[in-house]
Structure formats: C-alpha cells, structure tokens
C-alpha cells in the first residue's frame, strides 16, 4: 500500500516537472519594446531616405538619381534658353559717320531704335527728328537684312579723289565704304536713313 502511494506521488512529481518544463520552453513572445517594428515588418529605414515612385515602364539610367517624392517620367523634354527681350526704344540702331569732302566733313548721325535721331556736322548745333513707324521699320530690316551682315568691312574698290569715307556700325560691328560702287545692301541702309542719306553737308 505504501508501495503504491510513493508510485503515484513519484509520477505525480514527474508529471508536474515535464508540465513546468514546457512551459519554460515554450512561454509567452516576448513583446516589442515601445516604438519598435510591428511582428513581419521589414528592418528600420534607413535616417532621412524617403520613397520615390517611379512611373510605370519608365527607367532610370544607371547613375541617375530621383529627386525624393518625384515621379520619374522618360521622354520629358527640357526647357533650354529663354526667348530674348527686344531692345529698349533709346538704344543705338545704327551710328554713321561721313569724313573727307572737298570740304573736309566730319559729320555724325545716331539713329535710335525708336525712330529718333540726331545729326551733328562740325560745331554747328546738333538737328534733331524722328522717323515715321514705317521708316524707322525699313531701317531695321535693311541693317537686318543677311544680306547686309555680308557686306565687306572694308572698301573693295579704288578710292575716289575728294570723296567721302562712310563708317557705319550696327551691333558692334564697323563698315567703312567709300563713294565708289558700293553693294546694293549697303545702299539700301543709306536709302533708308533719316533725311535720305548719311549727312554729307557742312
């Protein structure tokens, strides 16, 4: 009898101790400490990275990199240069001026943008006017002309005795003619001066 007490105790013991046992190995998940990643996310992201998307079927070439936030869309095409402002009505178009004659001129003429201008001939008082619209349009276009840009800068043919020497400069650029046969789109910016022409008189 007491045989059979001390077995049932015994395996009582040992029913307790393999219970206990499997309990410690296999006891309760631990929880996430405060702030941590929730069970089955991904490790911490990286400080500062933010997710960009990417529009679908488009690539990046190798190196590129996306601006964070932004779509990337192949194919876009980029703005280049802006479109240029138009000169300012008081600005210089075109400068002439006249030196030799028999009386030996030297005469200026400055022509504004907006059709004004002014001619001073030796130490007379300077004489002053304006272009009409249409006039002041027809001398743009003959010193706009590709024509005119291909004018020689200097004189080609034989010199003239007691004849004028000619200096016109538009945009910086200078070109000396003389009295002699001169191309027809040089003549058609004397044509289209103020008052028919460089100023020639004393």
């Known amino acids: 009898m007491v045989r059979g007490v001390r077995g049932t105790w015994c395996g ?6 393999v219970l206990v046992g499997g309990t410690s190995g296999c006891g309760p998940e631990t ?3 405060p702030g941590g990643p929730p069970s089955g996310a ?37 703005a280049s240069g802006t479109p240029t402002a138009d000169p ?17 001129v030297r005469n200026k003429l400055v022509v504004h943008y907006d059709g004004s201008w002014t001619s001073r001939s030796g130490t007379r008082q300077p004489r002053t006017g304006r272009q009409t619209p249409a ?3 027809e001398l743009r276009a003959a ?11 200097r004189p080609t043919g034989d010199p003239v005795f007691d004849g004028f020497q000619y200096y016109v400069t538009y945009r910086h650029r200078l070109v000396v003619s003389g009295d002699g046969e001169r191309p027809a789109a040089l003549q058609r910016v004397f044509a289209a001066l103020p008052e028919g022409g460089p100023p020639t008189n004393p």
């Open 135 to 137: 006039e002041a349009a």
């Open 143 to 153: 010193l706009e002309d590709p024509a005119y840009a291909r004018v020689p800068e």
């Open 12 to 17: 009582t013991l040992l029913l307790v101790g």
């Open 42 to 78: 991904s490790g911490p992201t990286e400080p500062g990275a933010t997710a960009t998307t990417t529009a679908p079927g488009a690539t990046t070439p190798p190196g590129a990199t996306t601006a964070p936030g932004t779509t990337t869309v192949s194919g876009t095409p980029t």
């Open 31 to 33: 929880p996430p400490e």
């Open 88 to 104: 300012h009505p008081a600005e210089v178009l075109v400068e002439v001026v006249v030196n030799g004659g028999l009386a030996g």
